[in-house]
């Protein structure tokens, strides 16, 4: 028997925009974990158990779009293994669904990572590796996917990212203060599929006018590096409001979202916005040991269904 996990994810800063170009930054959120465990199978063929999804079924009956057969498939494909022996994997994830936390990536990367151990390959599932696999199965999740995923979640580190086709550029940056975080859900669960297409049709209709979007959404998350790897929370803060506007003009906030970053920024929050894909899931709050007890109350009578504390170390 063989285990693997993989962690969440937040996005600080530039999601959406990130898929045109621009830079985004995202870290793991490592106290939330999706664990897959490989085991030798007790009958013919090759069991998929999910228990957090409702799931038990043989490959052989997932249909072609099943995102943890689709893994399968990649891995068998990459390692070139015509056939693969019978066995069970069993996935679980502390992750959060369609809540953008990256659920959907931490499962496909930590079944790649127990996957190739159970068959012998595990040489092969370098970082890299496995978040270029991880990535060709989140076009089943999202469509058009950024590559921010799957990159965070392989290397479990915060990244300045950039998508390019020439390769996804990707730095780990340095944090010079603690950052606390209160992650809010809206329980309002959303497709990153749907809301990525929606901001892509309308950048099509106005081009230019997503374009200055997308160019304003860039400028913060350049300046939101300098911000972190400077320890000035202040500005970070600003920032984050900054952002949380540009996102409600690309029409992907709510009004679960913004009723949750208001109250944040009304209870002392240094800034408040919406993490990820939007339509519903998550808000993030920039706190302070002293803010963060007022601030997750205000969040919790404002509607939030649950809140999780993160805190970014200094690197």
């Given at each position: 028997m063989v285990s693997a996990t993989a962690p969440g994810k937040i996005i600080l800063f530039g999601e959406h925009a990130v898929v045109y170009g621009r830079p985004a930054i995202a870290v793991p959120l490592s106290q939330l974990k999706a664990t897959a465990v490989v085991s030798p199978g007790t009958q013919p063929g090759i069991r998929l158990i999910a228990p957090d999804l409702g799931q038990d079924i043989m490959l052989t009956d997932a249909s072609p779009d099943d995102p943890i057969a689709a893994v399968i498939w990649q891995v068998q494909t990459a390692v070139n293994r015509p056939t693969l022996p019978d066995l069970t994997i069993t996935v679980s994830s502390q992750i959060p669904v369609?809540?953008?936390?990256?659920?959907?990536?931490?499962?496909?990367?930590?079944?790649?990572?127990?996957?190739?151990?159970?068959?012998?390959?595990?040489?092969?599932?370098?970082?890299?590796?496995?978040?270029?696999?991880?990535?060709?199965?989140?076009?089943?999740?999202?469509?058009?996917?950024?590559?921010?995923?799957n990159t965070v979640v392989a290397y479990e580190m915060p990244v300045y990212f950039v998508r390019q086709a020439s390769g996804n550029h990707l730095e780990p940056f340095t944090v010079a203060q603690p950052l606390h975080l209160l992650v809010a859900d809206t329980?309002?669960?959303?497709?990153?599929?749907?809301?990525?297409?929606?901001?892509?049709?309308?950048?099509?209709?106005?081009?230019?006018k997503f374009e200055a979007i997308f160019d304003g959404c860039g400028h913060i998350a350049v300046a939101a590096r300098a911000a972190i790897e400077a320890g000035d929370t202040a500005t970070l803060g600003a920032l984050?409001?900054?952002?949380?506007?540009?996102?409600?003009?690309?029409?992907?906030?709510?009004?679960?979202?913004?009723?949750?970053?208001?109250?944040?920024?009304?209870?002392?929050?240094?800034?408040?916005?919406?993490?990820?894909?939007?339509?519903?899931?998550?808000?993030?709050?920039?706190?302070?040991?002293?803010?963060?007890?007022?601030?997750?109350?205000?969040?919790?009578?404002?509607?939030?269904?649950?809140?999780?504390?993160?805190?970014?170390?200094?690197?």
């Open positions: 369609a809540s953008g936390l990256g659920s959907g990536a931490a499962i496909t990367a930590a079944v790649i990572r127990a996957l190739a151990s159970f068959l012998g390959v595990g040489h092969l599932a370098t970082n890299a590796w496995v978040s270029a696999l991880t990535y060709e199965v989140e076009k089943i999740h999202h469509g058009t996917p950024s590559g921010i995923d329980g309002v669960r959303s497709s990153t599929r749907v809301a990525v297409g929606d901001v892509r049709r309308q950048w099509q209709a106005a081009p230019e984050m409001v900054e952002n949380h506007a540009w996102l409600q003009e690309m029409t992907v906030s709510s009004p679960e979202l913004d009723t949750l970053v208001t109250a944040a920024a009304n209870a002392g929050a240094l800034g408040a916005k919406l993490s990820g894909a939007g339509r519903g899931g998550n808000m993030i709050a920039l706190v302070t040991p002293k803010t963060a007890a007022t601030v997750r109350a205000a969040l919790y009578t404002a509607g939030a269904k649950t809140i999780l504390a993160a805190t970014l170390e200094p690197s």
